[in-house]
């Protein structure tokens, strides 16, 4: 079903504003980027990505676009479907409400297994709870073998990956073993990034280290707190999370209430048509990352959410 744009972007800005402001803050004028040739020079903090390396991720945001769509069952999705033509769906699931719309299939382009999850429709109610249930809880630890219990994470954003996360890991395992794939790549946009970031980490904690675990998100979240950050970063090394110029969703949950991103973050900004890789983690310290355009969400663009990333458009509008 698909949903019209300003119902999206009223629930979604609703949802903000609980989820990332606990208390009114005066806002502040947006930060200006700074010259290209600064960022240049600060290869610790903003360096700029090439077009090329850009480009590279066009398939994988054409996964995570397909997760809105439907017909991946049998990879007729439309535009997202053809443009991965030699991928074969091997399983898919979820509802949309209580459980995010899910699929898993065999890429043969990378010999990689792909795991898809759908973003945020803030029209569905359950959905929007998960979002908006920020309190930090330890994992389960039957699915997270061996993590400190030190590590917290929204609780929302793990209760809804424990929903499929043993038949994903099945059906994951299964392919691994029939096709001889030797890389498994999670992707998804915004609450589908929180799960396929959290996925990530379940996928290598619980594969061979052998099978090379991958992730690209967009417009994701924060999943969890510093000690979580500190724990991914050192388990999940090929993350990459892409945010798109003003969007509001990457800042939220507040760093406030005790939340902080791994590492990964490429930021598109629409100013300049470039994009940087941000570190460390958070980095506040370069205009050029998320959290100094969008030091807050009243100077935020939640069109920005749905992109465009590398000149695609994510969300149910997209299909």
């Known amino acids: 079903m698909h949903f019209t744009l300003n119902t999206l ?14 208390f009114p803050v005066p806002a502040p004028a947006p930060l200006a980027p700074a010259p290209v040739s600064d960022l240049e020079t600060r290869a610790d903090t903003a360096s700029l990505v090439s077009a090329a390396q850009m480009s590279s991720y066009k398939p994988f945001t054409q996964f995570a676009r397909a997760a809105y769509c439907d017909g991946t069952g049998t990879w007729s999705c439309g535009a ?13 699931g979820g509802d949309g409400n209580a459980v995010q719309f899910y699929y ?18 803030p029209t569905q109610l359950l959905a929007d709870l998960t979002d908006l249930d920020f309190f930090q809880q330890p994992f389960d630890s039957s699915l997270f073998p061996g993590v400190p219990s030190s590590v917290q994470v929204h609780g929302g954003f793990a209760d809804q990956h424990a929903k499929a996360a043993a038949v994903i890991l099945k059906e994951t395992k299964r392919l691994i073993s029939a096709k001889g794939a030797t890389t498994v790549i999670t992707v998804g946009h915004s609450l589908g990034g929180a799960l396929a970031e959290i996925a990530a ?8 280290s052998s099978i090379h675990v991958k992730s690209v998100t967009y417009g994701t979240p ?11 970063d050192g388990k999940v090394a090929d993350f990459v999370r892409i945010n798109h ?19 990964g973050e490429i930021h598109i900004l629409d100013s300049n048509g470039q994009a940087y890789a941000c570190s ?38 997209a299909c």
Do not use: E
């Open 104 to 121: 898993v299939g065999y890429w043969p382009d990378q010999n990689a297994v792909i795991v898809s999850y759908q973003g945020t429709d």
């Open 222 to 232: 924060r999943v969890g707190n510093p000690a979580y950050a500190s724990f991914f």
């Open 245 to 263: 110029d003003h969007d509001p969703i990457p800042i939220v949950p507040g760093r406030g209430l005790g939340f902080q991103h791994v590492h």
């Open 201 to 208: 980490l379940h996928m290598t904690l619980n594969l061979p």
């Open 9 to 22: 972007l009223g629930s979604a800005l609703l949802a903000l504003r609980v989820a990332a402001v606990p």
């Open 280 to 317: 460390p983690d958070d980095n506040a310290s370069s205009d050029a990352c998320t959290i100094s355009t969008v030091p807050n969400i009243f100077v935020s663009n939640i069109l920005d959410h749905l992109g465009p990333y590398g000149g695609i458009y994510l969300g149910t509008i």
């Open 80 to 92: 997202a479907c053809r443009a991965n033509p030699t991928f074969q769906p091997t399983l898919t």
